[in-house]
C-alpha cells in the first residue's frame, strides 16, 4: 500500500508541475492562428488522424477547444477533456450547443472517468509533448483500458532527449524529455502497438516532435 500510495503521490507532482504553467495562459489564444498546422492537408496529422475510427473519441488536453472546432461534426460523440476546469469551461461556452461533445475534467494522468472498452479513438496534439515521461507512461498505460479492441491512439508528443531533472520550460518549446525508444517501451508496457509513427520538425528543431499512432490489438 505504501509503494502505490508514493507512486500515486509522485506522479500528482509531476501533473502539478505541467499543468501549473498553462493556468490562465495566453498561450491559448495565441495558438489559435496555428491551429491550421494541424489539420492542413499537406501536414503527417491529418494523414494519421483520418485512420481513426471517430464513433467515440477522447480529446485529451484539449485546451480552449481549437482542435474539436474542427472536427465537431466528423465525430460520433467527443468527449473534450483537461486538467483545467477553466479549459473545460472554456470548452462549454465555445462548443457547448453540439450534442455530440461531453466536456470533462480528469486527474491529468488517466482517462477517468471514461468506463474500460468504451471509445475508438484517442488523439493529442499540442499537449503531450509538456507532459513528463512518467505522465507519458500513464495515459499509455490508461489508454488499453479505455479503448475498445482494435481502437486506436494517436499522441502529439516530445523527441527530445532533454537534460532529466530540469525543467521543461527551459526546452525547445517547452518540450518534456522523450525519446522514440522510451516511448516504445511505454507502449509495450501498456499492450499497445505501434502502428506509424513520424518525427517531426517544429520550428527550426528538426526532430523535435513525433507524432505516433497506438492500437489496441
Not at 489539420?39 to 480529446?59: T, Y
Not at 460520433?76 to 469551461?89: F, I, S
Not at 475498445?148 to 518549446?173: D, I
Request: hydrophobic share 40%; glycine share 6%.
Amino acid at each position: 500500500m505504501t509503494g502505490t500510495t508514493s507512486r500515486t503521490t509522485d506522479i500528482k507532482a509531476s501533473v502539478d508541475l505541467v499543468a501549473e504553467p498553462w493556468i490562465n495562459s495566453p498561450y491559448y489564444g495565441e495558438a489559435e492562428q496555428w491551429t491550421f498546422i494541424f489539420w492542413s492537408q499537406r501536414s503527417k496529422f491529418p494523414q494519421f488522424f483520418n485512420q481513426l475510427d471517430l464513433d467515440s473519441v477522447i480529446e485529451l488536453g484539449c485546451g480552449h477547444g481549437r482542435h474539436a472546432e474542427v472536427i465537431q461534426n466528423k465525430v460520433g460523440k467527443l468527449y473534450l477533456m483537461d486538467v483545467l476546469q477553466e479549459n473545460v469551461e472554456f470548452c462549454k461556452r465555445r462548443l457547448g450547443s453540439n450534442q455530440r461533445l461531453a466536456f470533462l475534467k480528469n486527474d491529468g494522468h488517466t482517462f477517468q472517468p471514461i468506463e474500460p472498452n468504451s471509445v475508438t479513438a484517442i488523439f493529442c496534439y499540442d499537449a503531450m509533448v509538456h507532459f513528463s515521461p512518467d505522465i507519458v507512461a500513464s495515459y499509455i498505460s490508461d489508454a488499453h483500458r479505455v479503448l475498445k479492441p482494435g481502437g486506436q491512439a494517436l499522441f502529439h508528443h516530445s523527441n527530445y532527449p532533454a537534460p532529466l531533472g530540469q525543467h521543461y520550460g527551459q526546452n525547445p518549446h517547452a518540450r518534456n524529455h522523450m525519446t522514440f525508444e522510451l516511448f516504445l517501451e511505454f507502449a509495450n508496457a501498456g499492450s499497445l502497438s505501434i502502428v506509424a509513427s513520424k518525427a517531426l520538425r517544429w520550428g527550426v528543431h528538426d526532430d523535435l516532435d513525433r507524432v505516433s499512432l497506438l492500437r489496441k490489438d
